[in-house]
C-alpha cells in the first residue's frame, strides 16, 4: 500500500457509528451558507506529499469544513488561520484553502488528524479515537522516511499521536511529555534512525484565536520553528 491507496482506502471506513451518523447528518441538512453544495460527508485523508518531511496533526475534520470539502482544514475558520500562518512562511503556495481542486500545493507539510470523521462538538469519545488511530499509525509508518518533525495542534493531538509514535519507531519518554504551546520534544528512533521533533501548538479554533489566547504570529513562530528543523 503507498499512501495513495491509503488516502483513498480510508474514505470508505465505517468503523465509529455515531460519527458516520453525524458526518451523513450533517452533510444532508448543510449550513444556510452552504445549502447548494454537495458536501464530502466521508472520512477525511491527509493532505500533502509522501515525502513530507514535516506533518501537523489536528484533532478532526470540521463540520463545515473539512467535511464540507473533503480535505483537512479547508474551508473552516481554523483552516483560514493555519494555511495563511503555513503560506507566511514558506510551507504552502496560498494563503486561503477553498477546495479540494483549489490548486494549493503544501511544500514538505503533510497535514493529517487522529479521528478522520466529524465529531459532534468537535469531541470524539476515548473509544473513537482509539479505533480510528490505525489510520495515523498506517499514515506515519508509510511518511517515516522523510519524516524528521511534527507539529501537534492542541492536547487532543498530543495525547492521540504519542502512542502511535511509540509504536512506530520513536522512543516516547517516561513520563509522557506534557502539550503546551512551544513545548519541542526529541524523540530519538528506537532502530537507529533520524531523531523526530515533537512542536506543540495551540489549536487555530475560534476559542483559541478570538480570545487572542493564540495569534497567526504564534502559529507562524511554531512553523518556521518547526520547518526549519525539519529541514524546509
Ligand atoms: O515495556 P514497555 O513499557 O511497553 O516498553 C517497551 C519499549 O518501549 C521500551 O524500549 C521502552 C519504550 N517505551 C517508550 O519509548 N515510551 C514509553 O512511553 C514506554 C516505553
Ligand atoms: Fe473510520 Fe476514523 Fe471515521 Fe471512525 S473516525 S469511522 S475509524 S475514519
Redesign the pocket.
Known amino acids: 500500500t503507498d499512501l495513495a491507496d491509503l488516502d483513498e482506502l480510508v474514505t470508505h471506513c465505517r468503523a465509529c457509528p455515531r460519527l458516520v451518523a453525524w458526518r451523513e447528518e450533517v452533510a444532508r441538512t448543510r449550513r444556510a451558507a452552504f445549502r447548494d453544495q454537495v458536501y464530502w460527508g466521508r472520512p477525511v485523508p491527509g493532505f500533502g506529499p509522501p515525502d513530507a518531511r514535516l506533518a501537523i496533526v489536528g484533532l478532526a475534520p470540521a463540520a463545515h469544513g473539512a467535511n464540507r470539502t473533503g480535505r483537512m482544514f479547508t474551508g473552516d475558520r481554523s483552516g483560514e488561520v493555519l494555511y495563511a500562518a503555513l503560506h507566511a512562511v514558506g510551507l504552502a503556495s496560498r494563503p486561503v484553502a477553498v477546495s479540494r481542486d483549489d490548486g494549493l500545493e503544501l511544500h514538505g507539510v503533510r497535514i493529517t488528524a487522529p479521528v478522520r470523521c466529524a465529531p459532534p462538538e468537535n469531541r470524539p469519545t476515548p473509544g473513537e479515537r482509539d479505533t480510528c488511530r490505525s489510520w495515523l499509525a498506517r499514515e506515519l509508518q508509510l511518511l517515516r522516511p522523510a519524516l524528521r518533525a511534527v507539529v501537534v495542534l492542541g492536547g487532543f493531538g498530543w495525547q492521540a499521536l504519542l502512542p502511535v509514535l511509540?509504536e512506530t519507531a520513536w522512543?516516547?519518554?517516561?513520563p509522557?511529555p506534557v502539550f503546551g504551546h512551544g513545548v519541542d520534544v526529541v524523540l530519538p528512533a528506537?532502530d537507529g534512525g533520524p531523531d523526530l521533533h515533537l512542536f506543540g501548538c495551540y489549536h487555530p479554533s475560534q476559542q483559541n484565536t478570538f480570545t487572542g489566547r493564540l495569534t497567526p504570529a504564534m502559529v507562524e513562530e511554531v512553523l518556521r520553528r518547526a520547518g526549519g528543523t525539519a529541514g524546509l
Not at 171 to 174: E, G, N
Open positions: 511509540r522512543r516516547v519518554p517516561v509522557r528506537v
